[in-house]
Structure formats: structure tokens, C-alpha cells
């Protein structure tokens, strides 16, 4: 690793990354799975993978843990390459899908399962298996056996399990998957509370959107086995790098239509600045478009649909040119909604909040 | 349609078949067992029914029976010596089977199954010709490893269904928590077989005892299995000496039944 002279200036290891993909790729015979990969995460991070299915969520996991071998790239912890290093020796903690915990060890076995294969004294393992169980809010439950926990208890056994070996960076594939959705919602905000109390730096995986905004510090969107977008969740959902980013996180509206010299005209008469030239795809979310009464602009359409989803109402609106267009203003209980097949016209609220993809 | 007493008919005919099948086995297997046992306990020195009193002398007899008793030894023996040798190499087979990275694990575990398919008859005979070519002559030690042979597969097959069934996760999870391999075998594979590995121990080892097609052929001169000198002994005596050993086999089959239940149950508690 690179490294300045001892002592308080030295800063490059602070701001050196601890986990650094670079350019991985991973093929099952002709299939490329992955291709190119590179990814950084930094001290105490909390980065979500979030794809399709089979976007190689789950191989990119697995080539870091160490269960298979990537053809070709690094995989560096701390600038060390671990790509040869056994998957036993590696400073990594997986939390698996499944959880596999072991059916036939108590939850004290179970977690202190990594002391004891490095053969560490009886009372260490002792007190570090406490003093993790207290962590994760599972005091007295020491002798129960995995079968004899709920959903939720088994998901943090296998987290507490991962944390006694005090990982360099911690993996999780879909730890979420097995619990119903209420219990997901409250256990996504411990984790992640829990993970930057201990400052862990992590891989979350996940398919679910809603997921990646709530746990991560930032959200790489992968599609076909390449990164099409790495940025914070607030970035992600207002500046969408790419029309497949929009298209997948939250809901979008989409036109096509031409650029001219240095902007693009929207359909209400606005205009967008844009480098772009010839024909472009124009996207903005359903909260940056208001709804007016039918003379009281040139984009015109008929409300096809409309439901109350909870703060919000929701519109779609049947624009001229055959576009479902989607709309959400705030509810106010005084309000009447806009009754479906009435005549509206449309107008974008901030031109500025629309983005531009190449057609 | 209601039909008997509020069942349907494919409930009528359902249980109808299920007590035919009950009694069927009552009859062809319980009844006999029965009726052997109540013959050993028989004041009577030949085999009739019902009996006529009531005596330990039979099981007495068969104690005291050198050659019976030589017997038994022998068969203990092969049993033991088999279910060792099922263990040490059906394991690994299953392991390699199920586990294995490798081309050819479907034929493997198709071969296995081959001397099984056979029968004991042609297996042993063949052993026996074989053995005379080569110039290996029958022995108890050609006798186990004959009945090994013929045998094993039921070992992999158990193993290897426990197996298929185990999550692949938890042997990534052993990995991953620091094991080596071969900690995560002894940590986390064997514990989680060992209810199949019992259960095909008990099997392997009651065949091994209690083989006679393959034993036949292959038993050494001086060293006759049980089954092959209970044969010689219904050939020439009708005494109750031979229901008297049958007792003794029952009571051990039934130990074996309670090991193989109380392993699979315990199996299930832990799950
Ligand atoms: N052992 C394998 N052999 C061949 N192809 C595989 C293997 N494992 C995975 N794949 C393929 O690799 C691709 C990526 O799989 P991966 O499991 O990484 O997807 P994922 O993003 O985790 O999806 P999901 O959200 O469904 O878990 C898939 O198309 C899959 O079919
Ligand atoms: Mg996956």
C-alpha cells in the first residue's frame, strides 16, 4: 500500500478505499456474467447493488467472499490483492440469503463458530459471543437451537455470527428476502443503524429499490453484469445518469423527442438546456408535473386513472400524442380529486429537474 | 358422495386397502416371528405348535452349541467388519457424488449401484470363480469385502439423499467463519450425515450378518456365517434349537429398528 512518512500528516490511509474491485469479470462458459467491474467502497461505507435479477448481484458477492473465482481483475482489501487468498483466510463476513445457520449448534455455538475454529480460549469466546449477542438484542437466547427462533431472530444470529470475527467488510445478499414485508421495514433501519454504529464497510444486495434508498451511502445500479450508475440515493433518484437508472429506480415519464441547438422543447412549451443533438429521450418524475384545467395550456390529455396512495394522488394522464403520462400531487383532505375522463392539460413544475438521454 | 358412515368411497376403498395390506404383513411376517419364538420356548425337542411348556433350555442349547455359537461370532464379525468398511468408503463416494466438481459423478453414482442390481447368487458365484482364477480362495475376509461390495450402495444412497437435501450454503457459511475444510467436515458436514450414516450402518451391518446368497460362495472353509450354519442345521435336526436362534436374531432386529427411529427422530429435532 501506498504510504507517506509515519505519523499525524499521514492521511492516504483514511481516505484509501478498503474494498477495491477492479475491473472483474466472471464467466460461466460463454455467458459473461460480469464484465469489467470496478467498484470502490471506503471506510465504514454502506454500498447496495441493485439490479434486475440476474444482473451477477450474487456473483460479484461471491467472487469477493471467495466462493469462486473471477477470470480475470483485483479484488483488493486494505491494497491487498486477496484474489489467491482461501475463502477461510479472508477478512470478509457473508450473510447469506438462507442464513445458514447450523441446525444442529445452539445460537451460542453458532456465533461463536469462527472463534472456535481459530481456536481461541474458551473465555474469550465466551465473552466476545456475549458481548455480540448484546450488540444485536439477543441476550437469552443463548440455548435455543435456530429452528427454535423467528424469522427476524434468525437474520440477526447469522449477522452476530458474521460480526464475532470483526470483518474488514461485511457482505450481504438479500438478508431482507425472507421476512414479510412489515418486519423488512423495521429491520432495514436497525441494520443499517447498526452497521454505522460499527462503522462496517459493506456490500448490501438487493433487487428492491425501496430497500437501496433506506440502507446505502450509495447505490451502484447494475445492469447485464456492468455498473451503470454509483452515486448517493439522492442522486440516483434526481439525476438518473442514464435512461435505464431512470426507468428502474422510482417512477418515471418518458418522451421522445428532437433536440435543437443547445435545448430541447417540451411538450408544454418549456425548454431544457441540453448538449445533446437529434433525437433525445426526454424523462422528469411524476411530482415535477402539474395538472391545470384544460385551455390553460398547449399539452393536453384526458385522466385515464386515478388512485389515493396515502400523502399522495396519483394521476394517468392520456396525453394527445397516445403517452400515458404519470402525475402525483399532495392530497389535501378539502380537495376534490380530478375525476377520471376529465379534459387537463399538463405542465412541467421546474424544466431544470428534467433530464435528457440520448434517443 | 357420502357412502359408509358419512366416507367417500376412495375413502372406503383407501382404508379397505391399507388393512389388507396390514394384515397381509401381520400374517406373512409378524405371525411366523411369533409362532418361531413361541416354538423356542417349547418343552417339546421337535418343532410342532401349540406348544407344550415353557423352557429357557433351547436358548441354553444354542449357547452351548460351540459351532452355532462360532457362527454367530463369525457373522458378527462380517456384520462389523462390513458396515466399517461401507462407512469408510460409501461416505466419501456420496460426498464425492453429491459435492463433486468433477466429470463423471452421475456415472459414479450410477456404478455404485451396479453389484446391488445383481444378484446375490451371480455375485457370489462370480467372486467365487473369480477368486479361484486369481488364486484367492474364500475366507471370511473374501466374504466381507463380497457382501461390501454388494452392499454399499444402500450406504451411498442414504448419504447421498441427506445430502442433496443439506443447504450447500452451510459448508460456504463453515468457509467463510474461518473453517478449513476439513474443520467444516467435522464441524458442520458429519454432524448433519450422521442420522443417514447411522441408518445406513444399521442396514449394511444387518446384511452383512444376516447374508446368505452372497456368504454361500464365499464363506471360508473353517469360518461359516450364521445364515449358511442354520441352513446346514434345518438340513439335518428339527429342533427347536434353530427357532431359538431366529429368537435371538428377532430380539436384534429389533434393536436395530429402535436405533434407526430414535436416529431419524433425533434428526428431526434438531431441524
Ligand atoms: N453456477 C452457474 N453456472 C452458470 N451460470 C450461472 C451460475 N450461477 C449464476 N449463473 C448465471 O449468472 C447470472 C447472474 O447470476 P446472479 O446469481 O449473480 O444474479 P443476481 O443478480 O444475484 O440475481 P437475483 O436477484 O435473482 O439473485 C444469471 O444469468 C445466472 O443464470
Ligand atoms: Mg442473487
Redesign the pocket.
Known sequence: MMQGPAGPSNTVETTAPVLGIGAVGKR??A?R?LQNFTLEVAEGEIVTLL??????????LRCVAGFWEPNGGTIEIDGQDIVDVPVNRRPVGVVFQSYALFPHLTVARNVGYALRMRNRPRAEVAQRVASVLETVSLTGFENRYPSQLSGGQQQRVAIARVLVMEPRVLLLD?PFNALDAKLRGAMQVELRQLIKRLGLTSIF?T?DQEEALTMSDRIAVMSGGKIEQVASPDEIFDRPATAYVADFIGVSNFWETQAETGHVRLPDGQTVMTDLTGGVKVMTRPHNLRLGPPEAGPWKGTVSFHRNVGPLIEYHVEASDGNVIRVSAMRQERDRPVKDRSQVSLSVIDPASCSVYPG | MKWFRGRSLVDVVGIGLVLAVAVFSLVLLVAPSIIVVVISFDTRAYVTFPPAGFTLRWYKAVFEHGELVEAMLNSLQVGLTVTVLCIVLGVPTALACVRGRFRGTTALSVFVLVPHMVPGIVLGVAVLFAGALVGVSPSIWLQSISITVFIVAVMVRTVQSRLMRLDPALEEAAANLRATPFQSLRTVTFPLLMPAILAGAVFTFVEGFDNLSVAIFTHGFRDRPLPVELLALVQYTSSPIVAAVSGVQIVLAIAALVVVSTSIGLDKVNE
Open positions: 460461466f462458459g455467458t456474467v439490479g434486475p435479477s440476474g444482473c451477477g448481484k450474487t456473483t460479484l438479500e444486495v433487487h
